[in-house]
C-alpha cells in the first residue's frame, strides 16, 4: 500500500488542479470578449465618424509601425505617435478614413483586427490601404501596438500631399 500513496497524492493533485482550470479558461475567455468588444466599439465609433481606436490609447502606450514606411519606428507615448503620425496625416486628407473589418481575434490580453481602411486626399486622389495591428489591452486601454500595413501607399500619399495647417 505504501507504493500506491504517492500516486494517489498526485492524482488527487492533479485532480484538483483540474477543477480550477475551467473557472481560469472562462475568466480568460470573458477577457478576451471585453477586449475584443472594446476595440470592436471603437472601429464602429470610428466608422460612424464620433471616434476611433486612438480613443483608447494609454498615454504611455508604445506603439510601432513595422516595415519600411516614413513613419516605421516605435512611438513611445501617446502624443509621439499622435503628433508624429496620425495628426499630419489626418492633416492630409478632405475625407478621413473609413474602416472596414475584415477579421478581429482575440488571444489573452491581445486584440488583433484585420482590416481595409479608405479615404480621400486634399488633392482629390483616393487613399486606400489594408492593415493589420495587434493591440495589447490593460484595463481598457492599449498599452501596445505593433501595425502592419502597405508601406508603398502610405509613403505616395505622405510625399505627395502636404499636410494642412
Known amino acids: 500500500m505504501t507504493n500506491l500513496s504517492p500516486l494517489i497524492a498526485i492524482a488527487a493533485a ?27 466599439r471603437s472601429f464602429d465609433a470610428w466608422a460612424a465618424g464620433t471616434g476611433s481606436p486612438y480613443d483608447l490609447l494609454a498615454d504611455n502606450v508604445v506603439w510601432t509601425i513595422t516595415g519600411n514606411s516614413l513613419a516605421s519606428k516605435t512611438y513611445p507615448s501617446r502624443e509621439a505617435f499622435l503628433g508624429e503620425v496620425i495628426r499630419p496625416f489626418v492633416a492630409r486628407m478632405s475625407v478621413g478614413l473609413k474602416p472596414v473589418i475584415r477579421h478581429i481575434h482575440a488571444d489573452g490580453s491581445t486584440v488583433i483586427i484585420h482590416f481595409d481602411a479608405a479615404g480621400t486626399a486634399k488633392d482629390g486622389k483616393p487613399y486606400v490601404n489594408t492593415y493589420a495591428w495587434f493591440l ?20 505616395e500619399l505622405w510625399t505627395r500631399v502636404q499636410p494642412s495647417q
Open 14 to 40: 492533479s485532480l484538483g488542479m483540474a477543477a480550477f482550470m475551467p473557472a481560469a479558461q472562462a475568466q480568460n475567455s470573458a477577457g478576451e470578449e471585453n477586449n475584443k468588444t472594446i476595440v470592436q
Open 136 to 155: 495589447d489591452l490593460s484595463d481598457g486601454k492599449i498599452v501596445k501596438a505593433t501595425a502592419f500595413y502597405d508601406s508603398i501607399a502610405f509613403n
